[in-house]
Structure formats: C-alpha cells, structure tokens
C-alpha cells in the first residue's frame, strides 16, 4: 500500500468517531462543541475567533436533518456535488435566508445551476468554467463570491490549479465581472500526521500573501478557505478565515471520499 493511502486510512478511521446529529439539540451540541475547539485553537495562535467562519457541509445528510441543523443555526452550508445542492436548494427553499456554497469542482454544463442558486463557489480552477459562470450570472443579473482552489498537496488526485499557475489565473480574472474573487481555497493531504498536513496550509497562506501584492483591482485576497472535520484547527494555527466542517457536525460519513473528488488508488474505486 502507499503511504498516502494508509494515511487516507488512518484519517477515515479517525472520522468514525463523530455520532450522527438528528435532533435540533443534537446539532445545538455538536456546533457548541466545534466553536468551542475553534476558540481554543484561536486562543492557541493568538487569533480572533471572530475572524473564522465555520461553513457545515452537508453532503449525504437529509432533508429532515438539514431542517433540524438549519433551526440549530445552519443558515449557509456547503456542498460538494451540484445536483445535490440544487436538489436541497429547491426541497428547502421555505426556509429564509438559507443558502448554499458549492465548494466541490464544476464541470462547465453545471455553471448555469450553480449560477442560479449558488451564493458562493469556492472551487474555481479554470478559465472555461469562469467564462461559463460569468455568462450565465450576467443572463440573471446575479453576482458570486468566488475562492481560487488550489492544489497544495501536489496529489494527482485532488482538483485544483497548482500553487505556481494561480497568479496568472488570477491576473485574468477582472475579465468577469459577475465573480467576486475573494481568496483561495484547498484540500490538505489527508492524514493524521500535523507534519504531512501544516506545509499545505502553510503553502495556501503563503500563496495568499504574494497575491496581496500583486493581485488586480477588484480581487480581494482576504478568505483562506482551509480545514475540515480532521484538520481544521492545525488549519486555524495557519491563518485559516473559513473552515468547511460536514462530520464533526452531522456525523461519520458513510460514502467514501472518492465519490466527491477522483482517487486512483482508494479501495472505493478498485
Ligand atoms: C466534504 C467536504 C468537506 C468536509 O469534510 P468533513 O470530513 O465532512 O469535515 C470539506 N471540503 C470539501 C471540498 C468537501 O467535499
């Protein structure tokens, strides 16, 4: 086995941990509990915990459980895949002001969905699913809150434009005035070992840093979406400002990770 792969083990073994949330309590509790490790790892890098926003993800979970996490406080949740998203979006749209991140990648024929319904997508890796986002925002009239994903972990296996390729992407993207570029976002390298998972988070803010300077008007460099249920708080020590949490929420996800981004070697795709 590669190590890359036992890593991947060693983490989905560690996310069985988190007890599924049904009830509105349950999800008053579960959110307590996340803030809390939230506070404590701010309070660990000297950091504001005003300044990092907690997105749920609620990719697989029910409508019936979103309805119990939304009365719990769940006003915008994150979700991988389009279809799904806008299946809940039209299941939930009695509900005010709920609204739906796309944070998973895109295909171009999905731009006009996501351009419908979509508050935020923080997954933009190309200038083909940029020019179909614009197009089809401009038609509605609409805006988005765009984030430049980025490969950090160099894992053929993850979306994302490598660190070296985002500046001249980003010097390109005043061209659509639908999107609100508003920072990068990345997957770390899945794995229990800090040492393997910080120099990602490490690269990201890094990266962040150098685009300040050299980013074109209107782009604004301020979001670092970085962190999950697994990592979010070594993500926090490295300047995380949105960490995008579904399993210490809603509980141990039994579809695998290799439904929602391509994996050549895990066990779900053999
Ligand atoms: C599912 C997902 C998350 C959240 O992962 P958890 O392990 O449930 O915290 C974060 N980011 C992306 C892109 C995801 O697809």
Redesign the pocket.
């Known amino acids: 086995m590669r190590a890359g792969v036992m890593d991947r083990v060693a983490y989905n073994e560690r ?1 069985t941990k988190y007890i599924t949330a049904n009830t509105v309590e349950e999800f008053r509790q579960h959110l307590a509990d996340v803030h809390a490790r939230i506070g404590a790892a701010c309070a660990k890098a000297g950091r504001d915990p005003a300044t990092v926003r907690l997105l749920p ?1 609620s ?1 697989t979970v029910s409508e019936a459980r979103i309805r119990n996490a939304y009365a719990a406080g769940c006003h915008t949740l ?1 979700e ?1 895949k389009v279809q799904e998203a806008q299946r809940k979006w039209q299941a939930m749209s009695d509900l005010p002001d709920l609204r739906w991140a796309i ?2 990648h895109l295909q171009t024929n999905k731009a006009k969905d996501v351009a419908e319904f979509a508050s935020e997508f923080q ?1 933009l890796d190309s200038l083909r699913v940029a020019t179909a986002l614009d197009k089809h925002l401009q038609a509605l009239g609409r805006s988005l809150d765009v984030l430049v994903q980025v490969n950090t972990s160099a894992e053929e296996s993850k979306f994302g434009l490598p660190p070296e390729e985002v500046e001249a992407f980003v010097k390109l993207l005043p061209a659509f005035s639908s999107l609100r570029v508003r920072g990068l976002m990345t ?1 770390a390298l899945f794995s229990d070992d800090a040492a393997k998972v910080r120099p990602c988070f490490v690269r990201l803010h890094e990266l962040r840093e150098r685009l300040r300077q050299s980013a074109p008007d209107g782009i604004t460099m301020d979001e670092l979406s970085m962190g ?3 990592d979010y708080e070594l993500a926090i020590e490295e300047g995380s400002t949105i960490v ?5 929420i809603f509980g141990a ?1 039994k579809t695998p990770d290799s439904a ?1 981004w391509p994996d050549s070697h895990g066990p779900a795709n053999a």
């Open positions: 996310m993800v990719k994150g991988n944070i998973g997954a997957l999950m249920s697994g995008r949490v579904g399993q210490a996800r929602y």
